[in-house]
């Protein structure tokens, strides 16, 4: 079946950083893949995707390649601020039916 | 576009009591909408597949007289935990899909719902 693995977190940097948060996945074909984030006390807001190889996506400064000869799509960002702190879930679907699988999550904490 | 709302945020009732929970997509018809389930520093897992005018589709394990789900517009998904116990006490999210020009297919997600069964 499909699957999404994500480094566990929590990830804690100081503002300005470079982030990366690694995710790779597990499925038959060409699934799309995404990055969603969660703020505290709130549901997940899309951050970015992708729907074939080499694609990237980006948002925010948040950006992620879909890499079919490694099933990845690690999230990076090289400047984070102390608002970027949140839980980060990747994610994919194939596509009948858009089921999405989602990965652990990773929690990232970011300090001034 | 494509906000997702659910109502209510934050819902405490008794131990017994069936509870409603309400999702809107504001400003596109979804003919999909889902429900997932999260608990406190978790993942989030999927319920069901609420399909307009037909029965949902309830993933494994989720019992379905449990967890009713109603899709009677394009618009709106109801969720009701009926005899809620405490063990049912967790954060309730639905998500829309939404279909774009090109085939591409992204779901947009509500605020959540927490619940707490006292």
């Known amino acids: 079946g499909n699957s999404v693995t994500q480094m566990e977190g929590p990830v804690t940097l100081s503002e300005e950083a470079f982030l990366t948060i690694n995710c790779t996945y597990t499925a038959t074909g060409y699934p799309s893949l995404f990055w969603y984030v969660q703020y505290p006390g709130e549901g997940l807001q899309l951050l970015l995707k992708?729907?074939?190889?080499?694609d990237k996506g980006s948002n925010k400064g948040f950006e992620a390649t879909y890499r079919k000869e490694t099933t990845s799509f690690h999230l990076e960002k090289g400047s984070v601020q102390v608002s970027d702190s949140a839980v980060y879930f990747c994610?994919?679907?194939?596509?009948?039916?858009?089921?999405?699988?989602f990965g652990g999550g990773t929690r990232v904490l970011v300090k001034p | 576009g494509a906000v997702v709302s659910q109502h209510p945020s934050r819902v405490i009732c008794k131990s017994g009591t069936s509870v409603k929970i309400e999702c809107r997509s504001l400003?596109?018809?979804?003919?999909?909408m889902f429900w997932y389930r999260q608990f406190p520093k978790q993942s989030l897992m999927l319920m069901a597949t609420s399909n307009e005018g037909s029965k949902a589709t309830y993933e494994q394990g989720v019992e379905k007289d449990k967890f009713l789900i109603n899709h009677a517009s394009l618009t709106l998904s109801t969720l009701t935990v009926t005899s809620a116990h405490p063990e049912d006490s967790s954060f309730y999210i639905c998500s829309a899909r939404v279909v774009a020009g090109g085939g591409t297919d992204t779901q947009y997600f509500g605020p959540g719902t927490r619940l707490t069964v006292l």
């Open positions: 992708a729907t074939k190889a080499d």
């Open positions: 994610a994919l679907s194939k596509a009948a039916g858009n089921k999405l699988t």
């Open positions: 400003d596109f018809q979804a003919t999909t």
